[in-house]
């Protein structure tokens, strides 16, 4: 680990501040992406500002009917939360289906927004890396791509976006509530905050660089059939390999599709909005048109060509547990 | 740095760099090897220990970030003489071979038992909102952020139903 400076912030003002006096430093909260990525070297900032002391750290009604969640608010809490669990479920879900108990004890929901990919190219640091090192490449492209990007990749990078959390919030819509350096709020859709890859993977957020993430706002709950269905090269803590987030109703039997988004499978929470907009005109479809439309556009490497068809049945899979009114 | 940490009941004083690791803090400067260093990047889950009451692992966070916090080690749990129910049951039932992931084993078992009582859920609930049985699948799975390389898992899951009562 590169040697950097410390300090504690006890209000966002502070941490602002000391952002400002400190260019290029880093905040930490949970520490369990960005310690692992300083101890590679990926990450060096010269200065890290400890955040876990501004507060930030619960979960409150808006006046909206939604809720409002601290930045600081650790991934198991959130999961746990009462009402998070009676009418957010798929938000609880994909939160455990996600690491292990032990990270979810310490990352937050602004970190877990901000967690880098986990391409084995970006985290070795022998191999170039157009999101590490902007300008020298793409190793992935030529690599081994098993559990890469199918959609909304770019000739750039083909990474994938690891966070199970991001894919339930983007179902939701959920808002992203900064504060700019200069102290200004500023809210950010969760559809815009993270990124394609384009020709510049390292940029990965709409967050100006310097600002802090306060809370996320969730709308009033949408009531209907919660589902994350994760599917991985093991039963536990693995990274997706696909994942369907589904809010859904149910009528005689017949699944109408609410919000559907997918994890996976791009640089980004993949919501398709066509597949929705189906069922809001009030037409149906069975599984093969939907998937259809999530695949549009789709550029399967030799590697990770196996996602399509699993897409198609991950997506079969989650509709049925739907029609059963469950769990997955 | 300076940082005072409270370590299994006793406050204690150290002067670190801020690279220091809470896990290399215990181990190498405080002298508390019972915690394990095995992946060093959280994958493993031989490093955990409870720090305010919560299991987290000790080599994914800086020992500065801990500046008061109550930290709890294997060596805290029990000792000879005087084990932990749960130190006892992986005895009972040779929950282990070379002993080296144990430690975090018996933090992380001890931890989801007060994790299921407190209504959080895992990735095998079947219902959110209801009371949380600890079944054999939810043991395994609220475990699967400890690996054991001698594959001491069935006893390690018994060694865990024992103590947290969840026969179904």
């Keep these: 680990m590169k040697p950097f400076t410390y300090e504690r912030v006890a209000t966002p003002g502070e941490a602002l501040a000391a952002m400002d006096r400190n260019p290029g430093a880093r905040f930490i909260a949970g520490g369990t992406n960005l310690l692992d990525l300083m101890k590679l070297e990926i990450e060096a900032p010269a200065h890290l500002i400890d955040v876990n002391g501004i507060g930030l750290d619960s979960i409150e009604a808006t006046a909206e009917g939604g809720l409002r969640i601290g930045a600081l608010v650790r991934n198991t809490d959130l999961a746990a939360h009462p009402k998070v669990r009676e009418e957010y479920g798929v938000l609880s879900r994909a939160i455990v289906a996600g690491a292990s108990a032990q990270l979810r004890n310490k990352a937050t929901t602004a970190g877990n927004l901000l967690q880098r990919t986990r391409c084995p190219y970006f985290y070795n640091t022998d191999m170039p890396c157009n999101k590490r090192r902007p300008g020298s490449g793409c190793a992935a492209i030529s690599g081994i791509s098993h559990n890469h990007a199918i959609l909304g990749a770019s000739g750039a990078c083909i990474a994938t976006n690891p966070s199970d959390m991001a894919v339930a919030l983007r179902a939701l819509d959920a808002t992203v509530e900064t504060l700019t350096p200069d102290g200004a709020k500023r809210s950010i859709p969760v559809a815009d905050f993270h990124r394609l890859p384009g020709d510049t993977p390292e940029l990965e957020t709409a967050l100006a660089p310097g600002a802090l993430i306060t809370s996320v706002t969730l709308p009033q709950p949408r009531g209907g059939v919660h589902i994350y269905r994760k599917v991985r090269d093991r039963a536990s803590y693995a990274f997706a390999n696909v994942a369907v987030a589904l809010i859904a109703t149910v009528e005689a039997g017949r699944v109408i599709v609410d919000r559907l988004a997918f994890g996976g499978l791009a640089h980004k929470p993949w919501r398709v909005e066509a597949a929705e907009e189906v069922f809001a005109a009030g037409g149906d479809a069975k599984t093969d048109p939907i998937a259809d439309l999530v695949l549009a556009g789709a550029t399967p490497t030799e590697h990770n060509a196996y996602k399509l068809p699993l897409v198609r049945r991950t997506l079969a899979a989650t509709l049925g547990d739907a029609r059963k009114g469950g769990m997955s | ?168």
Excluded: W
């Design chain 2, 1 to 168: 740095m300076h940082v005072k940490l409270n370590v299994n009941g006793h406050d204690l004083n150290c002067d670190l760099d801020p690279r220091t690791t809470l896990l290399d803090a215990l181990r190498e400067h405080l002298g508390l090897t019972g915690s394990k260093k095995g992946c060093d990047q959280g994958q493993c889950g031989a490093c955990t220990v409870f720090v305010n009451g919560r299991r987290i692992n000790s080599c994914l966070t800086l020992a500065v970030m801990h500046e008061g916090d109550a930290v709890v080690t294997i060596e805290g749990l029990g000792a000879p003489g005087m084990l932990h129910p749960m130190q006892a049951a992986f005895i009972e039932h040779d929950a282990f071979q070379c002993g080296y992931c144990t430690p975090g084993q018996i933090c992380s078992a001890v931890a989801l038992t007060d994790e299921a009582a407190a209504g959080v859920p895992s990735h095998v609930t079947a219902d959110l909102c209801a009371p949380m049985a600890l079944t054999a699948t939810e043991i395994r799975e609220r475990m699967s952020g400890n690996i054991c390389r001698c594959a001491a898992y069935p006893n390690i899951v018994a060694a865990i139903r024992e103590v947290a009562g969840g026969k179904a």
